[in-house]
């Protein structure tokens, strides 16, 4: 079964504070993550696809490209952004479609 990308955004470190889960095909995303989410995403989940985040609006400024995973602090070592400096999220992959996809046979 095809997994359409997903990420889910915490205000907060550790998968706390408001949350904001959405999704979309490779080359869709947000150029802006708009005012009440800008410069405030602490922790990520992604359970399909691969996803690049951006410091700067319009896909712009300094990234990281990360794939499935449960990210519980975006300042660590697998994450590898400043906190609180997001403002543009983009999906670049389907692939991969998360730890344990569900295959139609």
């Known amino acids: 079964m095809y997994i359409l990308p997903e990420v889910v955004v915490?205000?907060?470190a550790n998968f706390s504070g408001g949350d904001w889960r959405f999704n979309f095909p490779p080359g869709?995303?947000?150029g802006y993550v708009g005012d009440?989410?800008?410069?405030?995403?602490?922790?990520?989940?992604i359970t399909a696809g691969t996803w690049r985040f951006y410091e700067n609006?319009?896909?712009?400024?300094?990234?990281?490209?990360?794939?499935?995973g449960y990210?519980?602090?975006?300042?660590?070592?697998?994450?590898?952004?400043?906190?609180d400096t997001i403002s543009s999220i983009l999906c670049i992959s389907d692939q991969p479609q998360g730890d344990f996809p569900k295959v139609d046979i």
Do not use: L
């Open 28 to 30: 869709w995303g947000w």
């Open 57 to 68: 609006a319009g896909f712009k400024g300094a990234f990281t490209t990360v794939g499935p």
């Open 71 to 83: 990210y519980k602090f975006v300042e660590d070592p697998s994450f590898n952004m400043q906190n």
């Open 36 to 45: 009440d989410w800008n410069d405030k995403i602490s922790s990520v989940v």
């Open 10 to 12: 915490y205000v907060d």
